[in-house]
């Protein structure tokens, strides 16, 4: 059974950094993709960052592109979120994804909780 467990996610002021970390068990973690996501009650999920499984294709949104950066450690089966120069609209519940693509997803966290204040 796949399981994937997100870490990191607190309480932060504006223009700090933080690193999540999601941890990811039951199934070849290399065989995958990575990805993270993020919502808030008052939006859809939206996509954040994606890893294939090699790392040779990384793929950002806009809004973090230059901030955020995606990387994997295939021997520690954990993929990581730094998360640099935070913004009061970064908070979100972040969530990490696994799947056969980096624009395609078959198992989910449970999230890990961003909350930037201004």
């Known amino acids: 059974q796949v399981q994937l467990v997100e870490s990191g996610g607190g309480l932060v002021q504006a223009g700090v950094s933080l690193r999540l970390s999601c941890v990811a068990s039951g199934r070849t973690f290399s065989n995958y993709a990575m990805g993270w996501f993020r919502q808030t009650p008052e939006k859809e999920r939206e996509f954040v960052a994606a890893i294939s499984q090699s790392g040779s294709t990384i793929n950002y949104a806009d809004s973090v592109k230059g901030r955020f950066t995606i990387s994997r450690d295939n021997a520690k089966s954990t993929v990581y979120l730094q998360m640099n120069s935070l913004k009061p609209e970064d908070t979100a519940v972040y969530y990490c994804?696994?799947?056969?693509?980096?624009?395609?997803?078959?198992?989910w966290g449970q999230g890990t909780q961003v909350t930037v204040s201004s």
């Open positions: 994804a696994q799947g056969l693509r980096v624009d395609q997803y078959l198992y």
